[in-house]
């Protein structure tokens, strides 16, 4: 039983630790996009770079 005395506090320090963990991430923004990501390996690094070279082209 002294062990209660232990883990007790602990799971509540842990829990609030993850609760304010989460909390702070939530308003970091690092849950706001959460498809583009997934979906940025489907893209062509080369066909992006060359779309962005054709454009700074006709602009100056």
Do not use: C, N
Request: hydrophobic share 50%.
């Amino acid at each position: 039983m002294d062990i209660l005395v232990i883990l007790i506090p602990l799971a509540i320090f842990l829990g609030l630790f993850f609760i304010a963990a989460f909390l702070w991430a939530t308003w970091k923004g690092q849950y706001d996009d959460l498809d583009t990501p997934s979906h940025r390996i489907l893209f062509d690094d080369s066909a992006l770079k060359i779309k962005k070279d054709q454009g700074a082209s006709k602009h100056e």
